[in-house]
């Protein structure tokens, strides 16, 4: 199977800011984008994006998941890097008609339509280097997507980081691709010598985050992660899954959690811990690697609370459950 996010939808709606206004937004073809080569968001990444999915319900209708919050988050992002501000309306009709033209293309469940929104600073002036990008280019790129991590349920090896960081620490609440390329080197580096799936950054031993997802302790009737800071992403997923286990009765804690802390409750065999966003949904991890030595997370394997929580998120995502929290956008 092709991997998460190599598929794309053949065109992609797109709209322009010129310093003072949005243009209307249009359908382009995908596979090429024209801005100058000195571009502002290329040469100083003046450039955020979103993560979001459309699910195909039993009766044929297309539902997005929680978009009032990645729109919150990209406008977040783009003012965070200077960007020119982001017409929510715009940007709202531009995923619901991108969407909309490739409803029959949403995979069944457990696939779904994997939606990126891209803002990207196109002043050409490389001299710009101190000041923002006036002009921007904005699109909604569609991606039919099954499973991020492969290998099915496989629970995840990480390695635990505790000098480096992911990215600076101003920089964690936004998605931008200069975090991710600034992870990449560790992240290779773990891959090589730990086989690790992911690292989980933990720098002075506050356990943060991984690359791509946000990080879960799951242990008995109590989930803790990490309080929201500028340092880390604010998922989505993670709202919703704290959300509905609070609604399970669970005890949802919010603080730090520093890594002598998780090593020791993970000996717990019913301990679990997971990675949570939009791509890895919620993903069981097994493993966590520190300082050379391997440490299991309970019981190794998959967990039940895990299990029951993922369900949960997924039967309001599917339209198997009731939505009672308004996050199903119709389009
Ligand atoms: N943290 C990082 C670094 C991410 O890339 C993602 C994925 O979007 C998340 C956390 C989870 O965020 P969300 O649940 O909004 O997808
Ligand atoms: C997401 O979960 O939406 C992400 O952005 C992760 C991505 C690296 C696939």
Redesign the pocket.
Known sequence: MAGFGSVFMPEMTLARFDGERWSESSFVPSDSLSFHAGAHGLHYSSSVFE?LKAFKHNDGSIKLFRMDRNLARLTNSSELLSLPPIDVALVEQMIISAVRKFADQTPEPPGSMYVRPTHIGTDAQIGAAASPSETSVLYILLSPVGNYFSGGDRPLRLLVEEQGMRCAPHMGMI?SGG?YASALGPILQAKKTWQADQILFCPGGDVQ?T????FLLIDGNEIVTKNLDPS??H????DSLLTLAAEMGMTVSERALSVDELVDRVANPDCEAAL????AVLTPVGTLIRNGEEIQVGSGEVGPTTLKLRQALNDIQWGIGEDNHGWLTPI
């Open positions: 993560g998605k975090n985050e690359g791509a997802a946000n880390f992403l998922g989505v997923t993670r949570s966003g939009t791509a």
